[in-house]
């Protein structure tokens, strides 16, 4: 008896010394992006044009503000607030409200460029903002003729915001800001 519990005892110990277990990493999905292409954006009675994504749904706002829009990306969860304000000698006040809304990320941001864009042939100047770190928005931009338009937009995703796992996506919607930008038009 004492020889058959001494086997058994053996039996179940000896597959316990095999292999150690190594808990994996978290993975994160491989996100597919689709290749950059683009389509006017330039609805009748509107006061600017650009071009947005093709892989973008353009959702108007009127009821909240005339001129207002939502480009939506649904397979990124993400969406480009587009806002519209006419200038009457508010621009100053205009421009403060935007940098505003940048710089209340900056208790979360590790740093937040600025780079100016002009286009004095089309009257378009502006500022692009990267906010850098896990901000709820990391692409903020606005533009004005400074006399009678002012445009302002802002990247949102529907997700925690978290720059390593969003970093492909991230890439991929600067690219596509910076395409509105260079394209937009007053009409």
């Not at 969860?77 to 304000?85: G, L, M, T, V």
């Not at 915001?161 to 890439?171: F, G, I, Y």
């Amino acid at each position: 008896m004492k020889k058959l519990s001494l086997i058994l005892l053996l039996l179940l110990i000896l597959p316990s010394c095999g292999k150690r277990y190594v808990p994996k990493p978290t993975g994160y999905f491989r996100i597919e992006l689709p290749l950059p292409a683009y389509r006017s954006f330039s609805p009748a009675g509107y006061p600017y044009e650009f071009e947005v994504s093709h892989w973008s749904q353009v959702n108007t706002l009127q009821q909240e503000e005339p001129y207002w829009v939502d480009i939506v990306y649904p397979s990124f969860k993400a969406k480009i607030h587009c806002s519209y304000k006419p200038v009457n000698g508010n621009l100053r006040e205009l421009s403060d409200d935007a940098q505003k809304f940048v710089y209340q990320h900056s208790g979360v941001a590790s740093a937040i460029p600025e780079q100016a864009f002009f286009n004095p042939e089309q009257h378009i100047y502006g500022l692009f903002y990267e906010l850098k770190g896990n901000t709820a928005s990391s692409f903020q931009f606005y533009l004005t003729d400074s006399t009678r338009h002012f445009f302002r937009a802002a990247l949102y995703f529907d997700c925690i915001p978290n720059q390593d796992s969003l970093a492909p996506v991230l890439d991929y919607m600067e690219q596509d800001m910076r395409h509105m930008v260079e394209t937009f038009r007053w009409k």
